[in-house]
């Protein structure tokens, strides 16, 4: 079964561009996440969306970040436009029934801005 | 404030050493759930146990166990006989009404041959 799909795997941008970063979740899965890794921050949570409807989205650090969930099988995360303490890794995840089931991560998306 | 202390930053062991990470919790909810992900070097987040609130029962599955304990509010991991591919950054992770996961902040673990 395929698992979490996202894209692209590495993405080096000027500051000032616009970045958007894809994901896939897994097939039948009804919540997805959008997680930034950094040093100093950790892993923390932006978005989430159950059913394609955004949940939480104060994890969302500014008005430049904006997350769309089109249909269930596709999302995307936005920054327009990027800074360089935008760069990071961004992991997608997605889970069936929330925390009653285990949340699968995707390989994550890192990102660079100069 | 913090809900996930990993207090472990860094754990260095030789290998066929066993080694525990620690995990202390905190959350008013009755019902939650308490994870572990490893990440390797490559970099992708691994899913390794769920546990829920109504489950103290300690879970092993071949070197790995975990230990928890709704009294001291701890879910901490042990590796047995610990080999180099264990080497990692190993995350706890808490989930409570809300259902995303709050994380902790690590422990990095380098197993050494």
């Known amino acids: 079964d395929a698992g979490v799909i996202q894209s692209p795997r590495h993405e080096v941008t000027e500051m000032g561009q616009e970045v958007t970063l894809r994901c896939k979740p897994i097939s039948g899965h009804d919540y997805l996440f959008w997680y930034r890794q950094t040093m100093m921050r950790g892993l923390e949570l932006l978005i989430y969306?159950?059913?394609?409807?955004?949940?939480?989205d104060s994890g969302m650090p500014e008005d430049r970040f904006s997350a769309k969930m089109p249909n269930a099988s596709f999302s995307t995360l936005k920054i327009q436009p990027s800074e360089p303490r935008d760069s990071a890794v961004y992991f997608c995840?997605?889970?069936?029934?929330?925390?009653?089931?285990?949340?699968?991560f995707g390989e994550g998306s890192w990102l660079t801005v100069v | 404030a913090q809900k996930v202390t990993q207090a472990q930053t860094e754990i260095s062991v030789v290998e066929k050493e066993d080694v525990t990470l620690d995990c202390v919790y905190e959350?008013?909810?009755?019902?939650?759930?308490l994870f572990w992900y490893k990440q390797p070097p490559s970099g992708e987040l691994v899913f390794l146990i769920r546990r829920n609130s109504f489950d103290e029962q300690n879970e092993i599955s071949g070197r790995y166990s975990w230990n928890f304990q709704k009294s001291t509010s701890s879910f901490n991991f042990t590796i047995t006989a610990s080999q180099v591919v264990d080497s990692a950054v190993y995350f706890c992770a808490l989930s409570e009404a809300g259902y995303a996961l709050n994380f902790g902040k690590g422990t990095s673990l380098l197993v050494t041959p």
């Open positions: 969306f159950n059913n394609n409807v955004p949940i939480d």
């Open positions: 959350t008013r909810d009755t019902t939650y759930y």
């Open positions: 995840a997605s889970s069936f029934a929330g925390m009653r089931n285990t949340i699968y």
